[in-house]
């Protein structure tokens, strides 16, 4: 089974200091990462996803997320915030061995609010 | 957005009635995916289709059905056997069925129950 926490319902920062959206994850196998961003009332847009190689991934709009196995984790970090980064922060999990069983779930966290404050 | 477009974006489903949600795609992708959005509970899978013709139950099939008869299109029946059906429905898509991809997703459909 995979599984992902989000253990943050709702990170607030002030503009211009970095941020970090937390995300650990529970995998039998080796996993797939993804970011996505959520504005009110409008679908997810990918924001950067860990396949292999190079831990640190840099995605859309000056964000990166860091992976780490050890801890099991996948940080989605940004060095300077902006008020438009405000918005709901979903990270999600594929189990590389599931998948070759057939499953191809993409696995949700349920989410972490951002506020960026003026 | 991109290429995927839900319609319409607004429903509302009177007690016992069933209700389609559209789902099109012009990426020219081959897996197809409906998700279901509640407040506080992140995305959960309904189904997901691989290829024309065929499709998959998710965690939460119940109280659903779907078809794909036609590669760019998977509609999503919401039927009466959907005791809670209030949330905001996500469609998506990916090109295939290589584990590293992306899945890309339509601007949702709110359902609303009178």
């Known amino acids: 089974a995979q599984s992902v926490a989000q253990p943050e319902d709702q990170v607030n920062v002030a503009e211009g200091n970095p941020l970090t959206v937390k995300c650990t994850y529970s995998?039998?196998?080796?996993?797939?990462l993804f970011w996505y961003v959520q504005y009110p009332n409008r679908g997810l847009q990918f924001l950067l996803k860990?396949?292999?190689?190079?831990?640190l991934v840099k995605g859309s709009y000056g964000f990166e997320a860091e992976f780490n196995k050890s801890q099991t984790s996948f940080h989605l970090k940004k060095p300077s915030a902006l008020v438009s980064d405000s918005a709901l922060y979903f990270c999600a999990v594929r189990d590389i061995s599931s998948f070759g069983a057939g499953s191809y779930q993409l696995t949700f966290g349920k989410g972490t609010k951002l506020s960026v404050i003026p | 957005d991109g290429g995927i477009t839900q319609s319409p974006k607004y429903l509302f489903r009177k007690e016992g009635q069933n209700v389609t949600l559209s789902c099109e795609q012009n990426?020219?992708?081959?897996?197809m995916y409906w998700y279901r959005q509640d407040p506080g509970q992140g995305l959960r899978l309904i189904y997901y289709s691989q290829i024309v013709n065929d499709f998959q139950k998710g965690d939460i099939a119940e109280g659903y059905s779907v078809s794909r008869e036609k590669k760019e299109s998977f509609p999503l029946t919401v039927t009466s056997a959907q005791k809670n059906p209030t949330a905001f429905y996500l469609c998506?898509?990916?090109?295939?069925?290589?584990?590293?991809?992306?899945?890309?997703f339509g601007p949702g459909t709110r359902l609303l129950v009178l």
């Open positions: 860990y396949i292999t190689g190079d831990n």
């Open positions: 998506a898509s990916s090109p295939g069925l290589v584990v590293s991809e992306t899945q890309y």
């Open positions: 990426l020219n992708h081959d897996a």
């Open positions: 995998v039998s196998g080796n996993p797939y």
